[in-house]
């Protein structure tokens, strides 16, 4: 049992004035693993007054003192790399690939940041303006359960390199995770206040960060729900937002694709982060010519995904994070078949040999049509709709026939065509055939997946104010 019962205010790790816990979960054995003792709005109001006190002198720090300390933030993450790595596994179920991916990629914000700040000219001259990139004041990060590391560490890297100090409000379930990444940010020696951590919940601690007129800018990663009630609790005091949301992303097999080497990446971007993860291409589209030899393959495919438990290096597929996460897909998968879509593999149910844990059978529907809600709503878990079409004109009108548009996957053998298409996609990012993760350039959303972005220049400017002096 872990007990978490500090915050991070000023400093310091404090008890905070909030009394009510929550528990935390394994969720690979629904075993419950440790409380978390929650802040209040009074403790959401001593963060935000501590980061403001704090604004003044670090605002004017040189871009040297910023980037060394940046350094150090990256280092003392890495340092911990394997406790982050385990906790992540335990508390979140998340599969060795990807907290291979997530550990590393947390501590290379800071360094990512570091090198950006390097070339990065604060001011520039246009005409007889004097135009200087100027520091919001003091930020608000919230974050979900589904990456915690990258997003605490992302938002706060761009912040802090910006000479802004922040106020960051985690998910509640992934306490044990904030925990230990707190204990390594703290370690860095940065000066008291530049960055507070609070635990509690989104309707409590959230609410007070996304209203208080002390706030300058909400920085926002969550479901696009909760992401309108931030900008509408930030209209008052006029905040600045960026919100990262929600995505039901397209994964379009063109008729040119190679199957065998397709698939694989097709299923991949499909069920990325165990189905967790907003980026994820969960409308496969496929040409009719092809559906009858690509059903085949993507059923063959998925089932041979390895589902179960974490800490097994060949498991694809972990756990939903929570006991409601696994309910709301499985009401998916019903309403999936209630509105007539075909089961082609998966459904309801645990997958077989796995009696306890939040696991879903990984599940493909055939027979879907572009306005059915599984087709339309994020699912949030390793389910797949296939969605025939009939041409190239057809492909893209159903890809861009969605309320999001966070990231879109091509498939195909003829690049010229498929970067053509990619300008069409209404989507802050295009994948094309399974291409790595770029940290530089910038990431979020069209539509109603988000407004701003994230990571590099794009994302450091987003956190800064032009102001011009004209002489
Ligand atoms: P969520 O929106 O329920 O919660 C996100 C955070 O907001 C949590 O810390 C929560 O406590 C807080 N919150 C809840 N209500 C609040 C309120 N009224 N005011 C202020 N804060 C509040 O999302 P989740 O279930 O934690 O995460 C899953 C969602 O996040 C999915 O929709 C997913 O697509 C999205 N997501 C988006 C991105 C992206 O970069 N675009 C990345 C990851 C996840």
Redesign the pocket.
């Known amino acids: 049992m872990r007990n978490i019962s500090e915050i991070y205010i000023d400093g310091a790790f404090v008890t905070p004035h909030g009394e009510d816990v929550a528990d935390l979960f394994n969720p690979s054995t629904e075993e419950r693993i440790g409380t978390v003792r929650l802040g209040d709005r009074e403790d959401a109001r001593a963060a935000i007054a501590a980061a403001k006190r704090a604004f003044p002198a670090f605002s004017r720090t040189s871009k040297a003192e910023r980037i060394e300390m940046l350094e150090r933030l990256g280092a003392s993450v890495s340092a911990r790399a394997e406790e982050l790595t385990a906790a992540m596994t335990e508390e979140y179920g998340a599969p060795g690939y990807f907290t291979g991916f997530s550990v590393p990629h947390a501590a290379s914000a800071f360094f990512n940041m570091a090198e950006i700040l390097k070339t990065y000219e604060f001011t520039r001259k246009i005409g007889r303006a004097e135009v200087t990139m100027q520091p919001h004041g003091v930020v608000a990060a919230?974050?979900?359960?589904?990456?915690n590391y990258g997003f605490i560490c992302g938002k706060l890297a761009t912040a802090l390199a910006a000479g802004s100090t922040i106020v960051i409000?985690?998910?509640?379930m992934s306490a044990i995770q904030t925990q230990i990444l707190t204990e390594c940010l703290h370690e860095a020696g940065l000066p008291k206040g530049v960055f507070n951590i609070v635990n509690g919940?989104?309707?409590v601690v959230?609410?007070e960060f996304?209203a208080h007129p002390d706030i300058a800018k909400v920085t926002?990663?969550?479901?696009?729900a909760?992401g309108k009630?931030?900008l509408k609790a930030g209209a008052e005091t006029l905040k600045r937002v960026t919100l990262?949301?929600?995505?039901k992303g397209p994964n379009i097999i063109l008729d040119d694709a190679d199957l065998d080497t397709v698939i694989p990446t097709v299923l991949m971007m499909g069920l990325g982060n165990s189905g967790q993860a907003?980026v994820n291409g969960t409308r496969v589209l496929v040409p009719e010519s092809r559906l009858a030899e690509i059903l085949p393959r993507l059923k063959a495919g998925i089932e041979a995904v390895k589902v179960g438990d974490p800490c097994d290096p060949e498991v694809r597929i972990g756990p939903m994070v929570s006991q409601r996460q696994f309910d709301r897909v499985q009401s998916y998968i019903r309403l999936g078949m209630e509105e007539g879509a075909t089961l082609l593999t998966g459904g309801e149910g645990r997958p077989e040999g796995l009696d306890r844990g939040w696991f879903i059978r990984p599940t493909i529907f055939t027979g879907v049509t572009n306005d059915m809600r599984i087709a339309r709503e994020?699912i949030?878990g390793p389910v797949l709709a296939v969605i025939p079409y009939k041409d190239e004109e057809d492909a893209i009108r159903i890809a861009n026939d969605t309320n999001y548009g966070?990231q879109a996957y091509l498939h195909g053998s003829d690049i010229d065509r498929a970067r053509r298409i990619a300008d069409r996609m209404e989507s802050g990012r295009v994948v094309i055939n399974g291409a790595p993760h770029e940290p530089l350039a910038p990431f979020g959303?069209f539509k109603q997946?988000?407004i701003g972005r994230e990571y590099g220049v794009f994302g450091l400017e987003a956190m800064l104010e032009p102001r011009a002096v004209l002489i």
């Open positions: 919230i974050t979900p359960w589904n990456s409000k985690p998910s509640e919940r989104g309707d959230g609410a996304s926002f990663t969550g479901s696009t909760v009630q931030i990262e949301l929600g995505g907003c994020e949030f966070l959303g997946s988000g």
